[in-house]
């Protein structure tokens, strides 16, 4: 999709050149084959040909006419599709042109990336934007979403018409475009036609076997590679093959290439797994037309707790659930704009819930097979790592299933959808009891954070992680609370809803509650959390002005970014004491702190100038000055108590964890750009000066000596 840079800035005066020249080509092959025409394939026609040239000259020459002819067809058919992409794209930026003026009389802003927000005043000191006003820049956002998105199609559409004209290196084509809509429907055709050939190949295979069909898993690897982004052929495959077939071709085929361990096959199979992965999340896709819709999606659920037999394949008695081939399937692909994944989640934590042993009961005991082919995310019989994995990518699902709670299936319907009630029996308030005092449901994120990891034996993989059901889950819950794609070092922070800060809030409290869940309860023995430290200490480097407001911020200095999570101060001093005894929570966390607290303080200064009172300052240091120092006691019990890190350790994750300086600044900084002539270069220089004293503070962050002498 090209970005809001790229549509806005967009040049079409060497498209519409290329349009005018197309036109006058027409025109002189027009010429050219009129001469042929009349002249010489007139004489051909007219000449008593005999011998060798009557079968070969004459044909000859009438099928150099006859190209010339082709010749007009190829050429109108480019010029065909170039104009209508001209005019199409230049409506397309004029929507685009007309919405950021619409803003501006909304008291909206569109910066140059296309970033919406509220138009604020110099004065201003809020990071969060008044009230109401988070509708209008949703709705704002569709717009300009929509706009972009129809001018990817159409670059899409012309693109793949200029391709099938080209095909041929040989020969004029004789498709004919009469615009870019019959083009389209071409596309369209020969999708569907594909896509149908497709599901007959993945039928075939799955009756068939692998190893006797190596020609068709080539073939349909390609069918689906080339077609994966295609809404057409996507919709139009899954429709064909249905859910149940969909999922046992793929766990057959899935199962029978580990089992043979053949690398060409290995290799196929993974492409396919990706591929069917992105096709379900844009034949899922809310704006996808024709997409697969509610109902689909529940008999995607019935077949996910169908059990699948791979006695064929993997022995006597052998099958595993649909769920576990799905989500495998669903570790790949974009579903931001799908109900899939949390009506796949709500279902599958349900059944989860009622037979945690179901997955591995009678499930291949070959030790070589898998589901899942990818290098990390475990083996793929925990169907709830796949599911995890595939939140992780998509935030936006992930902060919609978090703020769910667990369900059962009260109806008796045999799926779990939203109409079931939630379930209540549980310690909801962290007291270690379950009794009337518990007044909320069991939520998503209690679930997961409680589950056991007893699968992570078996799906542990050569080369992965020691952990990957833990890894998977602790990424999921980042995405969900920080709207970003754990990993993704140049994203921007995003600014909070209700439901992320909800998401922030309920891992806080209950990790407050038993901090021993990620520091352990021994020296040297972490706790069955502590694989999640990193991806809590990414969370409160993003949650940075709520962590500072919590602490103290009497003088209402501190605003949030966005929706704010209103943390408990004893939980949240107790989180961050367990977390950042892990070098990488530790180096976020202090880099996040020092770039908010330094920034509060410009920004006091730039707005109070001399009228700033002393004690103004004080205030707005407190907070931070206070999570410096939780900081400082958890290394030193990390380093001088339990043993676990060395002060190397945290020095270097200080400096690994610089982006967080850069994003926290780009944040709260982002208003000295607008009130200071070379504000871009000076918001630099507050960066680097930033990262600088965060290290410096991490080098002197030793603790008292004594206390290090006396447990070392």
Do not use: C
């Amino acid at each position: 999709m090209p970005s809001f840079e790229d549509l806005y800035h967009l040049r079409l005066k060497s498209l519409g050149d290329a349009v005018t020249d197309w036109t006058e080509t027409i025109k002189k092959l027009k010429t050219l084959a009129k001469d042929a025409d009349d002249g010489m394939l007139a004489k051909a026609k007219g000449a008593d040909w005999r011998g060798k040239n009557a079968g070969v000259t004459k044909p000859f020459i009438e099928k150099t006419a006859k190209e010339f002819h082709d010749a007009i067809t190829e050429a109108t058919s480019f010029r065909n599709i170039l104009r209508d992409a001209h005019d199409a794209l230049k409506i397309a930026k004029e929507d685009l042109k007309d919405l950021v003026h619409e803003a501006r009389t909304q008291g909206l802003t569109v910066s140059a990336e296309g970033v919406v927000d509220v138009k604020r005043t110099h004065s201003s000191d809020s990071a969060n934007p008044p009230n109401g006003s988070q509708a209008k820049i949703d709705a704002m956002v569709a717009k300009i979403e929509a706009v972009l998105n129809k001018a990817a199609s159409v670059d899409t559409e012309a693109a793949w018409a200029l391709k099938t004209l080209s095909d041929d290196s040989y020969n004029f084509s004789t498709t004919k475009y009469d615009s870019l809509d019959s083009a389209n429907k071409i596309k369209k055709q020969e999708a569907v036609a594909d896509a149908k050939k497709a599901a007959k190949l993945a039928e075939k295979l799955t009756n068939e076997r692998v190893a006797r069909n190596p020609d068709d898993l080539k073939a349909l690897k390609t069918l689906l590679h080339e077609h994966a982004q295609d809404p057409d052929f996507d919709v139009t495959f899954y429709k064909t093959l249905g859910q149940e077939k969909a999922l046992k071709f793929y766990a057959h085929v899935s199962l029978d290439s580990t089992g043979m361990h053949e690398k060409t096959r290995l290799d196929l199979v993974h492409a396919i797994q990706t591929d069917m992965g992105t096709m379900l999340g844009v034949a899922t896709d809310k704006d996808t037309k024709g997409h697969l819709d509610a109902t689909w999606i529940d008999g995607m659920l019935r077949a996910g707790r169908k059990g699948i037999d791979v006695s064929d394949i993997a022995g006597y008695d052998k099958k595993i659930y649909g769920y576990q081939a799905l989500s495998s399937i669903i570790r790949h692909g974009d579903y931001s704009d799908s109900d899939l994944l949390t009506a796949v989640g709500r279902d599958m934590v349900a059944m989860d819930r009622k037979d945690p042993g179901v997955w591995t009961r009678n499930a291949p005991s070959n030790m070589n097979m898998a589901l899942n082919l990818d290098k990390k995310g475990g083996k793929g019989f925990d169907p709830i790592t796949g599911l995890m994995e595939a939140f992780s990518h998509s935030p936006e699902a992930s902060t919609e299933f978090f703020n769910e709670p667990v369900r059962a299936d009260t109806n008796g319907d045999g799926i779990v959808t939203k109409d079931d009630k939630p379930v209540t029996d549980y310690d909801s308030n962290y007291d270690g009891k379950v009794n009337s005092a518990d007044k909320r449901p069991m939520s998503m994120v209690d679930y997961i954070l409680d589950r056991s990891e007893s699968m992570d034996p078996r799906d542990q993989t050569a080369g992965g992680e020691p952990r990957p059901a833990v890894t998977a889950a602790g990424n999921a819950l980042e995405a969900a609370s920080t709207g970003r794609v754990p990993g993704d070092d140049d994203a921007p922070l995003m600014r909070h809803n209700e439901a992320m800060s909800n998401v922030a809030e309920r891992i806080v409290e209950k990790i407050g509650h038993s901090p021993e869940l990620v520091s352990g309860r021994e020296p040297g023995e972490p706790g069955p959390l502590g694989t999640l430290s990193k991806n809590f200490g990414n969370i409160t480097a993003d949650y940075m002005a709520d962590v500072q407001m919590t602490m103290e911020n009497g003088e209402k200095l501190i605003k949030p970014f966005g929706y704010p999570a209103e943390f408990d101060k004893a939980d949240l001093k107790l989180f961050l004491g367990a977390v950042a005894q892990d070098p990488q929570a530790y180096g976020a966390i202090t880099q996040s702190q020092q770039a908010f607290t330094t920034s509060l303080v410009h920004d006091i200064i730039k707005e109070r100038g001399e009228h700033v009172l002393p004690a103004t300052i004080e205030h707005a240091v407190w907070s931070g000055g206070e999570v410096a120092g939780i900081m400082t006691e958890a290394r030193a019990e990390a380093i001088y108590d339990r043993h676990t890190a060395k002060n190397d350790n945290f020095n270097s994750a200080v400096a690994d964890n610089a982006k967080w300086s850069n994003r926290i600044w780009d944040m709260a900084g982002s208003k000295y750009i607008e009130m200071i002539p070379v504000g871009g270069d000076l918001i630099q220089w507050f960066k680097e000066d930033t990262i600088e004293a965060a290290a410096e503070r991490a080098e002197r962050d030793t603790t008292d000596e004594a206390r290090k002498e006396s447990t070392t």
